[in-house]
């Protein structure tokens, strides 16, 4: 499992997200923006992603990922 495959996932999941992943060899970072995210709490948002990558973490595939989950509306107020 690499970074693109990750994103994509995460991507094809979360229909109309932008993911941004980092790191190596099963520890993984990702920055997800997703208007989806608008109202839910982040233990909600973690839910969503990881429903993504359910299967890989299962299998170990996948052992740890740092999520960082935004709406686009929460970007623009960082800036």
Do not use: P
């Not at 499992?1 to 932008?18: A, V």
């Not at 920055?31 to 109202?39: A, K, Q, R, S, W």
């Amino acid at each position: 499992m690499d970074t693109n495959q990750i994103k994509d996932l995460i991507e094809l999941s979360l229909k109309g997200s932008f993911a941004t992943v980092g790191g190596s060899e099963g520890k993984y970072t990702a920055n997800i923006v997703f208007e989806g995210f608008n109202e839910l709490n982040t233990v909600s948002r973690h839910k969503l992603v990881y429903a993504a990558l359910d299967s890989y973490i299962k299998s170990g595939e996948l052992h740890a990922i740092s999520l960082k989950t935004h709406t686009k509306e929460e970007i623009k107020t960082q800036s």
